[in-house]
Structure formats: structure tokens, C-alpha cells
């Protein structure tokens, strides 16, 4: 079956630190990966996303991600956390055709804490 | 202003009471789906529409019904809601092409059934 799998549930950080959430998903196929992100009490909003080209993609509030096909993961990563990144992250893929219903995958989250 | 809209944004209900959440995007998304959304098991799509009058299944989909009669709405329906239910429910749109795979999300709607 279809999984993906974020090895980190809480991180706790200082302003500062730097930041890398794994992200790992089970599709033999093509896939569309996608990191979006939580901040309390709001909706869902795209961090950033991969579908084809350079596999090091950037995203808005200076976060990035690296898709690397042979180990199947996609992880997040920023090289120093602000307060207001405090906030749950998930890893989502969508396996692409055949048998595409547009449907995202989600990982379990990743809530993570920066103290000031 | 491209949005996607959920009402109610909280409720509280009591097992076996129908409700609807109604979901509206503005965008013209082809594609609508539902998701809940529980502590350490992430997002689980409940049901998801290609368009309209086509509806399927999604991972989750027992004890709710969709339907899709208009582009732009895609009411969840509860017909006899469990404690089980009680959940943060997320509705998504996005455009059907190759490329256009981003999800937009509502605010979401948070349940609680007594």
C-alpha cells in the first residue's frame, strides 16, 4: 500500500538552528511530492513541491527540499528557524498515472516548536 | 480573493443528528476532495470528485456521503454522525490538468460529536 512516512513527530529548536524533517513514501511510480505547512489554528499551505526537473526545490520563507528517487524521500530542511516557524508540517505525495485520483498521501506530521 | 470556503467552522453535535459541512471554492477547480485530519495519523482523504456528478471513494469514506451537483460546491454529509467522527475535516480543490496537482485547502471545520 501506499505510505509515507515522516520519522520525526516533535522537534524542538532554538531560533537559529538549523532545520531537517525527513520525509520517506512507498510508490514504485512517478510521484508529485508536496510539503505543506500548519501554523496553529490555520489551514493547510504549500511550503513547496516537486514535480519533475532539478531535484533541489526552494520554497517560500526560505525553506527547501531535496527528492532523491533512489531513496525514495523528499526531506525538508531550512538552515536557520525563525519563532514564527513554529508550526505542524506533513510530507504529502500524489502517485501520478496510471490510477491517479488526484489523491494526496499524507505523513503522520511533524509539529515543530522553536523557542525564542 | 481564490479561496476555498467551509461552513460551519465548528460544531458540536450528537451521535445519530445528520449535518452537513458545505465546501465552496471560487476557483473553478475541476477536482474537489475531502480530508479529516487526526493526531499522528496526518490527513486521510475521505471522498474526492473528478467533477461534476462524479464522486468516488476515497480511503476513509464510511459513514459519510458527498455529492456534486454544482462545479464550485462539494457538501459532506454525516447521516447519523458517531463519536468516531469527531475529527478536523479539510476540504481541497485544484484544477484537473497534468501539472495543476496543488491542492488549495479550506479552513477547516472541527467536529465534535457527543
Known amino acids: 500500500a501506499q505510505s509515507v512516512s515522516q520519522h520525526n513527530h516533535h522537534v524542538i529548536l532554538s531560533e537559529a538552528a538549523s532545520l531537517e524533517l525527513g520525509c520517506n513514501y512507498s510508490y514504485g511510480g512517478t510521484v508529485n511530492l508536496f510539503w505543506y505547512v500548519q501554523y496553529p489554528g490555520q489551514h493547510l499551505q504549500l511550503l513547496l513541491k516537486y514535480f519533475s526537473g532539478d531535484p533541489l526545490v526552494k520554497g517560500i520563507k526560505g525553506f527547501e527540499a531535496e527528492f532523491i528517487k533512489s531513496k525514495f524521500s523528499f526531506n525538508l530542511r531550512k538552515p536557520s528557524v525563525q519563532w514564527s516557524d513554529t508550526a505542524e508540517y506533513f510530507c504529502?505525495?500524489?502517485?501520478?498515472?496510471?490510477?491517479?485520483?488526484?489523491?494526496?498521501?499524507f505523513g503522520q506530521g511533524t509539529t515543530l516548536q522553536v523557542k525564542p | 480573493e481564490a479561496q476555498v470556503t467551509q461552513n460551519p467552522r465548528y460544531l458540536i453535535t450528537v451521535t445519530g443528528k445528520k449535518l452537513t459541512v458545505t465546501c465552496s471554492q471560487n476557483m473553478n477547480h475541476e477536482y474537489m476532495s475531502w480530508y479529516r485530519q487526526d493526531p499522528g495519523l496526518g490527513l486521510r482523504q475521505i471522498y474526492y470528485s473528478m467533477n461534476v456528478e462524479v464522486t468516488d471513494k476515497g480511503d476513509v469514506p464510511e459513514g459519510y456521503k458527498v455529492s456534486r451537483k454544482e462545479k464550485r460546491n462539494f457538501p459532506l454529509i454525516l447521516e447519523s454522525p458517531s463519536p468516531n467522527q469527531t475529527s478536523l475535516y479539510f476540504c481541497?480543490?485544484?484544477?484537473?490538468?497534468?501539472?495543476?496537482?496543488?491542492?488549495?485547502f479550506g479552513p477547516g471545520t472541527r467536529l465534535l460529536v457527543l
Open positions: 504529502a505525495v500524489n502517485p501520478r498515472p496510471p490510477g491517479n485520483t488526484g489523491k494526496l498521501i
Open positions: 481541497a480543490s485544484r484544477p484537473q490538468g497534468v501539472g495543476q496537482e496543488t491542492q488549495y
